[in-house]
T-cell receptor, first 115, second 111 residues
């Protein structure tokens, strides 16, 4: 089955600086890579996702890059703000015309933005 | 927009008791997933249903069972509860191969 590794486990960044979180996956059949943000006791919320036919995707201050050959993908947050503090999970699964498989999550990164 | 609904939001049970968690997916979503998240852990997949049929099974104990009903809502039944079952239980739903949206979760505490 799929195995997703995520680094770092904790990250502290000065407000206004950039944060980068990296993930690797093992199953070359995986083709969908979402990132979820989770605040304490709350639900995981999708912040951005990327499919394997795309190398990079950007949404305002958030961007994700994917290297299929190396099987790794990264989340980039620029101009960080205190409200970006949360736990971020990367995930991977295989999506086909017949449905959606389970998400395999990374172990999470606790991001702290220092004012 | 309508979101995934879960009930109850909090549940306290004694060891060896049973619990039933309910999930109402986003309207017209055809796939429901259950995940378990322990403290400080990532969500772990338990089971999923596509069009009311079980589609995949993960690390779900034999003491747990689940089903999806004709109105697409799903229930996770947990018996012989153990202390280690204390966790956040999330339901998520998707339409085909699209994004999985998570519900607010049920916090289960086993005493």
């Amino acid at each position: 089955g799929e195995n997703v590794e995520q680094h770092p486990s904790t990250l502290s960044v000065q407000e206004g600086d950039s944060a980068v979180i990296k993930c690797t996956y093992s199953d070359s059949a995986s083709n969908y890579f979402p990132w979820y943000k989770q605040e304490l006791g709350k639900r995981p919320q999708l912040i951005i996702d990327i499919r394997s036919n795309v190398g990079e995707k950007k949404d305002q201050r958030i961007a994700v890059t994917l290297n299929k050959t190396a099987k790794h993908f990264s989340l980039h947050i620029t101009e960080t703000q205190p409200e970006d503090s949360a736990v971020y999970f990367c995930a991977a699964n295989r999506v086909s015309n017949f449905g959606n498989e389970k998400l395999t999550f990374g172990t999470g990164t606790r991001l702290t933005i220092i004012p | 927009a309508a979101g995934v609904i879960q009930s109850p939001r909090h549940l306290i049970k004694e060891k060896r008791e049973t619990a039933t968690l309910k999930c109402y997916p986003i309207p017209r979503h055809d796939t429901v997933y259950w995940y378990q998240q322990g403290p400080g852990q990532d969500p772990q997949f338990l089971i999923s249903f596509y069009e009311k049929m079980q589609s995949d099974k993960g690390s779900i104990p034999d003491r747990f069972s689940a089903q999806q009903f004709s109105d697409y809502h799903s229930e996770l039944n947990m018996s012989s509860l153990e202390l280690g079952d204390s966790a956040l239980y999330f339901c998520a739903s998707s339409l085909g191969g699209n994004t999985q949206y998570f519900g607010p979760g049920t916090r289960l505490t086993v005493l």
